[in-house]
């Protein structure tokens, strides 16, 4: 798996969700929009039956969609519909590991796909490992953002106020707003439930940095896959430094201290099987890696994380 927002040639993306914040059950409705063969036709999303299939407003479809693609829930195939992942084949059938989005493991695994790997979410991404303030506004947020954007190779510019509205809905995605509104408009976002970001006064944020309790072992190791396959996938040792402070890295995204990424790092050996385990030897802090099957040991990974 490669973190889209590090790699070579990404194309940044900072709209598509129309404003909305994901909500709980969004994903496990657009799965169930299936075919047979694990496909979902394009035109459930277009189609005049839209509104009433997914019971929201036509916007909130799209927005619908937009999250799927953003969590790699649904990927562009080789057909003109989308193709589920086998990630989602596993979470959301209705004997699957969670279909209803009840483990808090679901939640982390979104924020992974979101800030972790930044496919369609390049403010996710930046915000979780490029800003390093300890409190911040929205409005300290824009000008980095619009620097950071500026630096790829994009046909048109992006405006100011797609990176407001972008910012905004991020920030909304953890710290929901309160105040008067409808109730569907302040509906709780999936990922409210992680406590990573805090609203410490008046339009003033802060990252919550520390340990994650419902962050389980599983889910922290699935991302450190990703996150060493994307850094090098032929390494057989990984430093510490790089696990806690790397961008991209568990430790960045999970908003995780020293201390707590250690806590877990000491059980690797007998909770990965020996495929992965911890070393420190004369101060060199270090992972060490077997010889393995990628896809296989995170497919194992993640049914730990629900386990």
């Not at 649904?74 to 059938?93: C, H, M, N, R, V």
């Not at 510019?157 to 953890?174: E, H, K, N, Q, V």
Request: hydrophobic content about 35%.
């Amino acid at each position: 798996m490669t973190i889209a927002a590090i790699s070579p040639g990404y194309t940044p993306h900072f709209s598509g969700h129309e404003t909305f914040t994901l909500r709980q059950m969004w994903l496990k409705k657009v799965f169930d929009q299936k075919t047979e063969t694990n496909r979902i036709m394009k035109s459930v999303f277009t189609d005049d039956e839209s509104i009433a299939r997914f019971g929201v407003g036509k916007n909130m479809v799209a927005s619908m969609r937009h999250w799927a693609l953003a969590t790699n829930l649904i990927g562009e195939g080789q057909s003109d519909d989308y193709e589920l992942s086998p990630t989602a084949q596993k979470i959301f059938p209705n004997d699957g590991l969670d279909p209803y989005s009840e483990n808090p493991t679901t939640a982390w695994f979104v924020h992974w796909q979101l800030a972790g790997l930044g496919n369609r979410s390049t403010t996710w991404f930046w915000l979780f490992n490029k800003v390093t303030a300890p409190n911040f506004t929205k409005a300290d947020l824009e000008k980095p953002l619009a620097d950071f954007a500026a630096k790829f190779n994009t046909k048109r510019g992006i405006s100011p106020s797609t990176l407001t509205r972008d910012i905004d809905t991020c920030i909304r995605s953890y710290a929901p707003r309160s105040g008067a509104g409808s109730p569907e408009d302040f509906a709780e976002p999936m990922l409210g439930e992680l406590g990573l970001i805090s609203e410490e006064g008046k339009s003033t944020f802060a990252f919550r940095r520390g340990p994650k309790p419902t962050l389980s072992d599983g889910m922290f190791i699935y991302a450190l896959i990703d996150y060493w396959e994307a850094l090098d996938s032929t390494a057989n040792s990984m430093a510490f430094e790089s696990i806690v402070y790397g961008e991209g890295s568990p430790g960045r995204v999970f908003k995780l201290d020293e201390e707590s990424v250690a806590e877990r790092l000491f059980s690797l050996d007998d909770f990965t099987g020996g495929t992965f385990s911890w070393t420190d030897t004369a101060g060199l802090r270090q992972v060490l890696r077997k010889s393995w099957n990628g896809s296989a040991f995170r497919s194992w990974m993640l049914e730990k994380a629900y386990a």
